[in-house]
């Protein structure tokens, strides 16, 4: 070696030859990982063993670049991150997380959060590890995206079960937390917001005693519209637990922006709005009565006529919970003109969802008593519905809820022209409930009666198979009873035949004046035609 390649200059160009090496590598990594078709090659090249020492570079900008590749890494591919737990690279990020500088931090945190996601085992491994303890410091750090990161973290580990969530809130997150959202920063409270959202779903009373309500429904007045949607989704993560929450969040002051907001230009606030309003009104008859009080069921009833955005199941369900809860407030929904439109869904052959929504919720509608019944029958509602059940295409969910909307239309029932319909063309779990109607309404109405023979009524009753003892058999025998004898039999299958049997073996029995001698008046006229 000449003196001057060993010269302390070129010796230290070697060096820094060497760190723009690496700098070059994991930065190309990263810049690689961020798509996720890269993964697989990236890892069967080796990627995670060259990463490894370079996390504890001692240039910052390369340790930085080595933890966002494989924190990237780690986001696409489930083993990648089973992999980084177990080659311990996790650990090291966690052990250098507060030594280093903010974009340190940022990166880690971001590595946290990337392995977390995928499933519980890895979040209870990132807890294992202390990950909490950085977290929770992180988010009093001074840099936004540090307490971003930090509660974008809490969230996707507390999300996944309720042990996580109350770990994560026994760590004093809720306070930081709720100051978080304070801030000034919009990504911030739109990140703050949703971690709220994933520790409401599992630990709802720990967010109202952490005073976030307020905050959040104060929150609401932001013109952000993903902050919009995120707020209201934890407001009604809230508010969905128990009804002492729901109650919590109506005393808060959330019910009048979810009406408001009902009516939102963004289908995501929207729908967010009508999960609130779901998530209130199905508790009690007290919250779905201020609702309605309050001029809910309007808004509702409009968000019923979006086919997109995903409102439309949301709020079918709070119209559904409303009516469900009282006679009177299945009137009011009534009343808003709910049922035309939820019988459009049902012809409109939408999805599943819509179907079985739409069905839920008529049923809840008409359950109460024969004017409720009314409301449904007169909309033609039922036919659809029984339609809907007996179709091969239909789902075994949208079966089971048009089938039960159907019996509880049914068993109100006492309007004879939407019965007659069904007599005709039901299935025998169906055909019992309404029989069971005509059971009702014969008895006391003649010429419903009238009409149950001359529609031909009378006759399908008879052609039912039955087999003694069920419910059917008792409702035909009862039905049968509203008429004369000969008339039943009249209608009943075979009895032509019958009648012809018995004139066939039928004797006739001549009368002995037209046998033995001539009638006197043919006498005359005989005598008459041989006088001339």
Known sequence: MSHSMSSPRNIQLVFETYQKARLVFVQTMADLATRATNVKCLESAGVLDLLRPLLSDGCSTVRQCAVMAAARLAEHDESVAQQLLSSGM?????????????????????????????????????????????IVSCLEDFDTQVKENAAWALGYIGKHNEHLAGLVVDAGTLPLLVLAFQEPEMSLKQIVAGALVDLAQHKPEAVVDAGAICHLVRGLENQDS?????????????????????????????????????????????????????????????????????????????LLSESTGGTRVPACMALGYIAGQSDQLAMAVIEAKAVVILVEILQNNGEDADLCAAAWTLGHIAKHSPQHSLAIAVANALPRLLQLYTNPKSSGEVKARTLCALKQSLQCCLHRPA????????????????????????????????????????????????????????????????????????????????????????????????????????QSELTLENGN
């Open 226 to 302: 993903k902050l919009k949607r995120s707020t209201l989704c934890a407001l009604g993560a809230v508010a969905g637990a128990r009804a002492a929450l729901g109650e919590a969040v109506v005393a808060g002051g959330a019910l009048p922006p979810a009406l408001l907001h009902a009516g939102h230009d963004t289908a995501p606030v929207r729908r967010a709005a009508a999960c609130l309003l779901r998530d209130i009104v199905k508790h009690s008859v007290d919250l779905a009565q201020l609702v309605v009080n309050t001029g809910g069921c309007g808004p509702l009833v409009e």
């Open 90 to 134: 996790l650990t090291i990020t966690i052990e250098n997380l507060n030594k280093f500088n903010v974009y340190y931090k940022r990166s880690a945190l971001y590595l946290i959060r990337a392995i977390a996601k995928h499933n519980e085992d890895l979040a209870s491994t990132v807890v294992r590890l202390g990950a909490l303890e950085h």
């Open 419 to 522: 019965l007659e319909p069904l007599l005709h063309a039901a299935p025998a779990c169906v055909l019992k409930y309404v029989l069971a109607q005509y059971a009702k309404i014969l008895p006391n109405d003649a010429r419903a009666r009238r009409l149950f023979v001359t529609t031909g009524a009378l006759k399908r009753v008879q052609e039912i198979d039955t087999v003694p003892g069920t419910s059917l058999k008792e409702y035909i025998n009862i039905i049968n009873s509203c008429f004369p004898e000969e008339i039943v039999r009249y209608y009943t299958p075979g009895y032509s035949d019958s009648l012809l049997d018995r004139v066939e073996a039928y004797t006739p029995q001549i009368p002995e004046l037209f046998t033995d001698r001539v009638p006197s008046d043919c």
